[in-house]
């Protein structure tokens, strides 16, 4: 993928997010830092106090169990709810003309859920991967061969 010069990329998974500018060009990126944001987000049992609940259902057996919610889960979807709103935001403030986002598969997903037209209009490229956890560097090399 060709990293233009000025582009917007953000590498985000359900608990952190970098939004990184290109300063060099297609062929020599140089991403930097502009912003970053993480959340704390336990796993989902530390989260809860109790365990599933359950239910009289005399036509399949005498008690049924539940469904359980993620918590854990919940607060990744609400984290990419977050991130999509700040694109939204920097989108209409004209702070970027093209964008590529980096995430794993549900983060990407939850992300597009929430995407503004500005920021649909915008988007050069969405790569299905979680790249949080790299140096700079290899995020370049990632982005560059996808």
Do not use: C, W
Not at 35 to 53: C, S
Not at 75 to 96: G, S, V
């Amino acid at each position: 993928m060709q990293l233009r010069h000025d582009i917007l990329v953000l590498v985000a998974d359900g608990r952190k997010a970098l939004f990184l500018r290109n300063e060099g060009d297609g062929v020599h990126p140089n991403l930097v830092v502009e912003h970053a944001e993480a959340r704390i987000n336990p796993a989902d049992h530390e989260q809860k106090t109790d365990g599933p609940g359950s239910v009289a259902n005399m036509m399949a057996s005498p008690r049924s169990t539940v469904s359980e919610v993620d918590f854990h889960r919940l607060e990744e979807d609400r984290f990419a709810a977050d991130i999509a709103a700040m694109l939204k935001e920097r989108a209409l403030a004209n702070e970027f003309e093209s964008l590529i986002i980096a995430a794993p598969p549900h983060t990407l997903g939850e992300l597009r859920k929430h995407y503004h037209v500005e920021v649909a209009d915008r988007l050069a490229g969405e790569i299905p991967k979680d790249l949080t956890g790299h140096p700079i560097s290899e995020i370049e090399k990632a982005l560059s061969a996808a």
